[in-house]
């Protein structure tokens, strides 16, 4: 209204038409604006893009044009990195910062890429845009949010550093500022987080439990529940023996946090901690064999056939392969392991699980499951893919050795010189280990050893 009047005073009447079409764009470019940044609060995000982009195409020269380009930019720069396009996003950013560092809302554009760095685990570059907002915007409005983000990653060194004592004075010195923050419950929730990572669980726990007493309507109360209850699940399945209140616990759990992005850790870890337990009692011992077959029930109620993320799945699979591999049970173990190669050939233990279903048909040999001409014939066969797919995996080096042996059972030397002599030049640990097969290579004469 006070621009109306004012173009009024500026234009005589003969240009009132001139004013009241500024007028116009002015409300319409305005009116875009705002409807865009309603959405954006309410993570309409694409709708909230393509308003944004509206007002830079319709109205470039329109005082809200810089305010589109910072929000229609970030989100461009968001997806980039989400896409870990890290060279077009910092030229981006770059871009921006030549262009709008004086805009008012430049601090709550870097720190929404922070935020984005931060959920992609990149900490470093996520704290130093927090720290650059503190050193060069400190009365900005997004200042407070920065230097609580910057003061957490803080204290998870301290913890990460051993340094628990300092942390812990760090965590009270930033309650007394933090305490009524609307980050505050997410920051405990980092810090909980960070004492699970160094196994430090009383501390974690007490932190998971201080989150639900105190702010139970908090975006992480959920995550800390599960969190929480994975403590008291694991007491019950191990400590206690209470398999059955332990699976009542679990079945809430699965039920009522659905779709919850921590529910595949949480349906996961249980049968991790049984599987460990089991190996550190000894898996020969009753109790030891109790908690590895508990693991594979676990596995199969929660988590085999019933998880569809690539991710889960590929781990449930590991999980399900190297129980039944202590178990002694091979066919199970080379059923898993198959399906994770043919789910995830890029998994970061891919070579283990090919040893494992060569090893799994050594052990079918030796039980008589299969003739033993076939079974022969497949264990090589295995042997030979572990070789060719990971020739830089320690575990191929064991390959090499099986294959020189079974070919030189075959009668076949030259192949098994050639075995023997990749092992030699390629062995981790150093051929004078190994005179018996320097021993049959010296024999053989010169060959290819590739």
């Not at 050939?345 to 499951?369: C, S, T």
């Not at 014939?377 to 090499?400: C, K, R, T, W």
Request: charged share 25%.
């Amino acid at each position: 209204r006070f621009i109306s009047l004012y173009l009024l005073l500026i234009f005589p009447l003969s240009g009132l038409s001139f004013a009241q079409e500024i007028v116009t764009e002015f409300e319409k470019a305005h009116e875009l604006y705002a409807a865009a940044n309603q959405l954006e609060e309410a993570k309409n995000f694409d709708q909230a893009q393509a308003l944004y982009l509206q007002v830079l195409k319709e109205y470039p020269l329109s005082e809200f044009a810089a305010g589109a380009r910072l929000h229609y930019s970030r989100f461009n720069v968001l997806a980039q990195l989400a896409d870990g396009n890290d060279v077009n996003s910092l030229a981006e950013i770059k871009n921006i910062e030549a262009n709008f560092e004086k805009h008012p809302d430049f601090p709550w554009y870097l720190y929404g890429i922070a935020n984005q760095y931060e959920e992609l685990k990149k900490d470093n570059e996520a704290n130093s845009i927090y720290g650059r907002i503190l050193a060069q915007f400190p009365d900005s409005p997004v200042a407070d949010d920065a230097r609580l983000h910057f003061l957490r990653y803080k204290v998870l060194k301290l913890i990460a550093d051993g340094n628990e004592v300092e942390a812990q004075t760090e965590i009270e010195n930033i309650e007394v500022d933090f305490e009524n923050h609307p980050d505050w419950p997410w920051y405990l929730y980092g810090i909980g987080n960070q004492y699970e990572e160094i196994e430090d669980d009383n501390e974690a726990d007490l932190l998971y439990q201080q989150i639900l007493a105190q702010y139970p309507d908090s975006p992480v109360a959920a995550g800390a529940k599960l969190h929480h209850s994975r403590y008291n699940v694991v007491s019950l399945l191990i400590a206690d023996g209470n398999e059955a209140n332990a699976l009542a616990e679990m079945d809430i759990m699965a039920a009522d946090f659905n779709g919850h992005p921590d529910l595949p850790w949480y349906l996961l870890i249980m049968p991790e901690e049984c599987y460990k337990e089991g190996l550190n009692i000894g898996v020969k011992t009753p109790a030891g064999k109790r908690l590895m077959r508990l693991a594979l029930k676990l596995l199969d109620r929660y988590m085999l056939g019933k998880v569809q993320d690539k991710e889960s799945k590929t781990m449930a699979y590991y999980m399900a392969a190297i129980t039944n591999y202590q178990l002694d049970e091979p066919e199970k173990t080379i059923e898993y392991s198959d399906k994770l190669l043919q789910l995830s050939p890029d998994f970061l233990f891919a070579a283990n699980m090919q040893w494992l279903i060569a090893d799994g048909y050594e052990k079918m040999k030796v039980l008589r499951h299969l003739p033993a001409d076939q079974i022969d014939e497949v264990i090589e066969e295995e042997y030979q893919l572990l070789m060719d797919g990971y020739p830089d995996n320690p575990f191929s080096e064991f390959a090499a050795i099986k294959l020189g042996y079974i070919n030189l059972k075959k009668d076949k030397q030259t192949k098994a010189c050639a075995y023997f002599g990749w092992f030699l030049m390629n062995n981790s640990v150093g051929a004078e280990q190994f005179a018996d097969i320097k021993k049959i290579v010296d024999r053989c004469g010169r060959y290819n050893y590739e």
